[in-house]
């Protein structure tokens, strides 16, 4: 006997099960808001409950966006009234290019960075796959809302520069149109990005001369564009080219590239499974042996996350290097500091660059970190000899290519030699050696090198007789690092060698 069916009655069912889908989603999205929540709270040790973690971060994102509110604005509003009031159309178009640069770096941030990584390289992924939360919900904690918040920072800083130089104007409409356009771009290059990533198993980015080229690639198109933009811009004196006639393109070309990335998100979004990232893991995990000593120290350096963080920096380094390249047109800089000045300040630059990736480099083959594979390698044949050169060599090179980034920066964008930034990167890797030897640092779980407060004191130590030697000597300070320079990396293979030949093996009893 069949039994009728209001229309009334399909509704409120049809009306009951879109309730409880909607419910399921917020409950989804709790558990996974608090399971962030617990991740970062556990992560910084903080002795407090998920409750009062929540309303601590609500209450300090709400002082800090007032508080970065209030010093942008007063800021701009102080060089508005001050030394920029006459040459307002000048700065409109300096902030646009200020813009420009930020909305791109934020993009090459999340195709390079461990932001590519926040979903499909995440340890939890299985877990959630446990809990049958969906991907797409991880993707929107994880992935969407990160991406979201530095974006809406791009907006936001935007829009306060905008409200300050307001000005009724057709160029302050042009700017304002070209910078809505140039962040709407970014906006949707990023949650492409994301979805892009998240959809596709977790790799690493090497240094492969494939990425390196893309880089520089970049870099070049990002110098051309400068270099045709800046002469078109206002100057301070407001002798320039009249910039409104290619802005119109520029929002053409960033409304239809807007429009391809939003169709590509759509495609990525519906591509997101477990199966597909976890099946990609699977397959991925063989790699193939390494027979030499040298190549298998750069290989487990660069396969590890202090690898991933020189390797970012490395790719920025050759993206800014493209950047001047392109743009030579309008280079070298004219500087009002003298010779000495600047070479004082490009080895403070070399030195401050060399420590950034010194450090992850030491953390991961350092001596602390690798002694025993080393002191492996001599028992099964190698040379102690051989074994401190390679190495030696490995951090030497490291820091000379840092300097040497420093050097060829200097000479593009100020037309200046600098050898002395070359010999400051080679100071600062032997110093972080000889430090590491002299403080010897524990280990940490993982086989790295722990955070020492002996060994960051006799780093700084070794590093500070350069700044001595600018200021007692700053004609003959190339000749004095070279000596210097020379003097710490026979330390540093001394040390290693020692280290080597002595090292005792630990007992379990």
Not at 442 to 460: E, Q, R, S
Request: glycine share 10%.
């Amino acid at each position: 006997m069949r039994t009728k069916v209001s229309p009334a009655d399909v509704e409120g069912q049809v009306s009951n099960a879109r309730v409880t889908a909607a419910s399921v989603r917020r409950s989804d999205y709790r558990i996974l808001r608090d399971f962030r929540a617990f991740e970062i709270v556990n992560a910084m040790r903080l002795p407090l409950t998920l409750d009062g973690f929540r309303a601590l971060a609500i209450l300090g994102s709400i002082a800090l966006v007032v508080l970065g509110t209030m010093v942008f604005a007063s800021t701009m509003s102080v060089l508005r009234d001050g030394p920029l009031r006459h040459d307002t159309a000048a700065v409109l178009n300096w902030g646009f290019l200020a813009i420009f640069y930020f909305a791109v770096a934020t993009v090459l941030a999340e195709v390079v960075s461990s932001r590519r990584l926040a979903v499909s390289g995440t340890p939890h992924l299985e877990l959630f796959r446990a809990m049958e939360l969906p991907l797409p919900r991880v993707v929107v904690r994880y992935g969407l809302v990160p991406a979201l918040r530095r974006t809406g920072i791009l907006w936001y800083s935007a829009a306060v520069f905008l409200m300050v130089f307001f000005e009724e104007s057709s160029s302050y409409l042009g700017v304002a149109a070209a910078s809505v356009s140039v962040l709407t771009l970014a906006s949707c290059a990023c949650a492409y990005c994301v979805l892009h990533f998240a959809s596709t198993p977790a790799r690493r980015i090497g240094l492969r001369w494939l990425y390196c080229f893309l880089a520089l690639i970049l870099g070049l198109l990002l110098g051309a564009a400068t270099g045709f933009l800046v002469p078109r811009l206002s100057r301070l004196d407001g002798l320039a080219d009249d910039p409104s006639r290619f802005l119109p393109a520029l929002c053409l070309l960033g409304a239809v590239v807007s429009g391809v990335l939003v169709l590509l998100s759509m495609r990525a979004w519906r591509r997101l499974s477990y199966c597909k990232i976890s099946l990609g893991i699977g397959r991925g995990g063989s790699q193939r042996a390494v027979r030499n000593f040298g190549l298998f120290v750069v290989t487990d350096l660069l396969s590890s996350k202090q690898g991933l963080v020189i390797t970012t920096i490395v790719l920025a380094w050759i993206a800014v290097v493209g950047i001047l390249l392109g743009a030579r047109g309008i280079l070298p800089l004219d500087s009002a500091l003298g010779g000495g000045e600047l070479h004082k300040g490009l080895i403070g630059i070399a030195v401050l660059l060399s420590l950034g990736v010194t450090e992850p480099m030491l953390y991961r083959i350092g001596p602390t970190a690798k002694l025993y594979h080393y002191r492996f390698a001599w028992e099964n044949g190698f040379s102690a000899t051989a074994i401190v050169v390679r190495l030696v060599g490995i951090y030497a090179m490291a820091g000379a290519i840092i300097g040497g980034f420093v050097f060829l920066g200097a000479l593009l964008a100020l037309g200046i030699p600098a050898p002395g930034a070359v010999l400051a990167g080679l100071i600062v890797a032997a110093s972080g050696v000889v430090a590491e030897s002299l403080s010897r640092p524990p280990t940490t779980t993982d086989g790295t090198k722990a955070n020492d407060v002996m060994d960051g004191l006799f780093t700084l130590l070794l590093i500070s007789p350069c700044s001595l030697i600018l200021v007692v000597s700053p004609a003959f300070s190339t000749v004095l690092l070279l000596g210097y320079s020379i003097l710490l990396t026979l330390g540093a293979a001394v040390c290693l060698h020692q280290r080597l030949l002595r090292l005792r093996s630990k007992l379990i009893l």
